[in-house]
Every structure is written in structure tokens, then in C-alpha cells.
């Protein structure tokens, strides 16, 4: 299995002239996986070798503007890129509670209709992530529904025995995000490759002795 990580945006605070907000994706499989999207991803996806159209998960870390103000715009792009699919997967979307229901509020705002499903997946912080006088309690907003054509939609709970959120988990890798410190609740990511077996001539190994 190949990996391959191109930066689309390493600004903080809002994109410039020659630096974007942040934003970054992983390529595997033919698979895209975008992690954060801060304002003019798309456009910098478009300077770039990848096509936005094989995005199919896309990882917040955390509810800065920097880091997901980018997220409705590309939502919309993608969907005047594509045709209408009833079989097409949904885009999964993780990222902080709270996610959920911006998205939500601006694809509704905005009369917004996405050609394709979407299914925003929400990590449940703890208080001791950010300053105490940081931490809002978003577990009142919109629960976990389901999403238009069918997408279920998730609150991940902390695992206090591997200390740790298990986000994805397939034949090959294993995705899961980790508490972070920061001014509001912040998550790191990481994309663990599963061991595999290696493929061995038994046969000439022993004539060879």
C-alpha cells in the first residue's frame, strides 16, 4: 500500500497570497482523504495534481475558522462537480462535536443541495482539553441523525482504556484520534498501516538452506 501527503495549506489564522489556511490530504488506494480545511482549500486543491472528486473522508481537528471555514465551500464545489448517484458512498466528515450542526445550519442557510450523501461523525471532548473557561458544551446542538439518502451519522466517545477515539478501521490501516491541548478541545489524527504477512518462496529458502 502507497501513501502519499501533499500540503495543501500551512498558514494559521487566514490564507495569504502565497501560503493557505491549513489543510492537508492523504492519498491512498486512489483515495483522498483530506485532513482539515481552512478557508481556500479548494482553490489550492485546484493548483494542485489531485482532484477533489476522490475525496471521501475528510478529519477536523478542531473548531478554529482556520481549520474548517473551507468545509462548506468545498462541500458545494464537489457536488457541482458530480452526478447524481443513489449507489455513491457518503463523504465521511470526523471532527469536534459541533461539527455536525454547522454543516448542517450552512448547507440549510445557504439552500444548499448536495448531489451526493454526507455523514459528519463527532468526537466527544473532555473538559481537561482546553482552559476551563474555553470549554462549551455543544452535546445540547443537533444530535446524531441521519443525514439526507441515509448516511448515519456518529458520536465517538472517548476509549479510556486505550485512551483514545477508534475512527476507522479496514483490511489495511486503522484511524484513530487522540486528545490534544489547545485553546478550545483539538484532536491529532493517526493512520496506522496494519502489519502485513510478507510473501516468501519456502521452497527455495530451504535449497538454499
Known sequence: MSMEITFLGTGSAYPSPTRGAS?????????CWLFDC??????????????AGRITKIFITHLHGDHFFGLPGLLCTLSLQSSPDPNKPPVDIYG??????????????????????????????TRDQCPAEEFKDFSSLDGP???????EERRFHLDPGDNSYLLV???????????????VPS???VVEEKPRAGKLNVEKLKAFG
Open 96 to 125: 469536534p462535536l459541533g461539527l455536525g450542526s454547522f454543516v448542517r445550519r450552512a448547507m440549510e442557510l445557504s439552500h444548499s443541495q448536495l448531489l451526493f450523501p454526507y455523514a459528519v461523525h463527532e468526537l466527544v471532548p
Open 38 to 51: 481552512g478557508e481556500g482549500t479548494q482553490t489550492q486543491l485546484m493548483k494542485s495534481h489531485l482532484k
Open 145 to 151: 441523525e441521519v443525514s439526507p439518502r441515509g448516511a
Open 169 to 183: 478501521e479496514d483490511e489495511q490501516v486503522v484511524v484513530k484520534a487522540f486528545r490534544l491541548f489547545h485553546r
Open 187 to 189: 484532536f491529532g489524527f
Open 23 to 31: 489543510a492537508l490530504v492523504l492519498r491512498r488506494e486512489g483515495e
